[in-house]
């Protein structure tokens, strides 16, 4: 959530020198591919071992480009809101200075304060006009409070929609949750919250074609009840029953708008089995090459308490953390205005 006090330390000088670093990053990289494009398999190579050296480069040097461009369309986003902060960061001294000279305050969290103080009233009716009085001067001033908050939001979501997915390899951190959605979510209490998850559970089973199935919120730290944590090692969000076909919440994540990703993520294994059992009637746009894979990978499914990262690198395992990271980056503050509206 942003705050009044982080928006008087924005600056755009920060972003603009941020540009410029991923702009001479940007030269290294694309000299790099180049290089690695450039260069010529040893004539000693023969056979296989030729054919797979010369289709490793190719992937590399197509990782590279697909890397290249998301850094270059990154660091435009990145000049471009540099403009944006450079007027969030005038408005909000305009701001404080206009509060000052009304006689306001702006308290760190974006409220404003009376710090005039009021006169002797001689009747019911002088202390009613002053109260408007300093009501009237107060609204212009919450307004523009209001608004560059929104602007403040749009900048944080259009670098974090920009933001480049990998870094040649490397995932980038998941579950990043719309800076609009973050800020609303915490103004809402858990039964709200949970109504607003299950109702995105069942319009993604839905999609899905997914059927008689249950959602239950419960304490997945602490199953046997007994107040300790089963397993400190481990942290279990979700998870995705078929045998009892239950969709499970760790009800503690229930604050966490994160949790939005946990949902897709889970219904993602509910779908997975659906399409192993359906195999091969399949939707349009599923691979059956990918579903046999899941088939095999549920035979031989890797426990995260034996090896966790073979646990994350599985084929179901990987197929619903992106669906889950896919879902949270799209789902921003309307799709939260409107499935609020309809839990209502």
């Known amino acids: 959530m942003v705050t009044f006090t982080d928006l008087r330390a924005w600056r755009s000088a920060k972003l603009t020198e941020a540009s410029k670093d991923l702009r001479s990053d940007l030269k290294i990289l694309e000299r790099a591919k180049d290089d690695l494009e450039d260069k010529t398999l040893p004539e000693s190579w023969s056979g296989l071992s030729r054919l797979f050296a010369g289709i490793r480069q190719t992937g590399l040097v197509s ?22 902060v450079k007027k969030i960061e005038t408005e909000v001294a305009d701001i404080d200075t206009d509060a000052k000279a009304a006689e306001f305050s702006v308290d760190g969290d974006g409220y404003l304060e009376d710090q005039k103080k009021p006169p002797t009233f001689h009747s019911r009716w002088e202390a009613e006009e002053y109260g408007t009085s300093r009501h ?44 609009e959605v973050s800020r609303d979510w915490e103004t809402m209490d858990d039964e709200e919250r949970r109504k607003v998850l299950e109702r995105i559970a069942n319009r993604l089973a839905d999609q899905y074609g997914i059927e008689d199935f249950e959602i ?11 107040g300790t944590d089963d397993n400190p090692s481990t942290d279990s969000h ?20 994160a949790t939005i990703s ?25 691979d059956p090459d990918e579903v046999e894979d899941w088939d095999e990978n549920f035979d031989d ?34 799709d939260l205005d409107d499935d609020r509206e309809a839990v209502r």
């Open 63 to 84: 990782s590279m480009d697909e890397h290249i461009e998301a850094v270059r369309t990154f660091e435009f986003e990145i000049f471009y809101q540099a403009d944006e």
């Open 136 to 179: 009237d001067a107060a609204q212009p001033l919450a307004e523009r409070i209001t608004a560059v908050f929104e602007a403040a939001y749009d900048v944080d979501r259009a670098l974090l929609r920009a933001r480049p997915r990998s870094t040649l390899g490397q995932e980038v951190p998941t579950d990043v949750v719309d800076p």
């Open 216 to 226: 239950r919120f419960e304490d997945l730290e602490d199953e046997d009840g007994d």
């Open 238 to 257: 979700g998870s995705w029953s078929e045998d009892d076909r239950v969709l499970r919440i760790d009800i503690n994540d229930v604050d966490d708008p």
């Open 262 to 286: 946990t949902i897709a993520h889970e219904v993602r294994h509910a779908a997975q089995h659906k399409y192993v059992d359906d195999y091969p009637d399949l939707p349009p746009g599923v």
């Open 301 to 334: 499914y890797v426990d995260p308490d034996d090896d966790f990262d073979g646990y994350r690198d599985q084929p179901v395992e990987s197929d619903a953390r992106e669906a889950g990271d896919d879902y949270v980056r799209d789902y921003d503050g309307d």
